[in-house]
Nanobody
Framework: QVQLVESGGGLVQPGGSLRLSCAVS????????IGWFRQAPGKEREGIAC???????????YYADSVKGRFTISTDNAKNTVYLQMNSLKPEDTAVYYC???????????????????WGQGTQVTVSS
């Protein structure tokens, strides 16, 4: 059974950092594209980071302009976990954060949520003083 479980959210002050985790089970990270999305109240879901491995590389990463230079996506295959390191957090980063997965032969990195097959339940991140 495929499962994605996010954790690590919480309340943080502006300028602070958080690391989100996405523990996956039921599939192998190496063969899946993994994306991080977020949705703030009253706003559309936004794709913010993505990683997709290939036979030639450890993984290509992509970031939305809104988080580029501040957020980093990474994987630990031994732990079957995907991370999103978030630095220099801003109030506008407040949202529910989701990880999602799709077999890499179906879709490589994309910020189109409809491309993803498996989703976690989300974790709340609140950036406020």
């Amino acid at each position: 059974q495929v499962q994605l479980v996010e954790s690590g959210g919480g309340l943080v002050q502006p300028g602070g950092s958080l690391r989100l985790s996405c523990a996956v089970s039921g599939f192998t990270l190496d063969y899946h594209t993994i994306g991080w999305f977020r949705q703030a109240p009253g706003k559309e879901r936004e794709g913010i980071a993505c990683i997709s491995r290939s036979d030639r590389s450890d993984g290509s990463t992509y970031y939305a302009d809104s988080v580029k230079g501040r957020f980093t996506i990474s994987t630990d295959n031994a732990k079957n976990t995907v991370y999103l390191q978030m630095n220099s957090l801003k109030p506008e980063d407040t949202a529910v954060y989701y990880c999602a997965a799709v077999p890499r032969w179906v879709a490589r990195c994309t910020f189109e949520g409809q491309a993803y097959v498996y989703w976690g339940q989300g974790t709340q991140v609140t950036v406020s003083s």
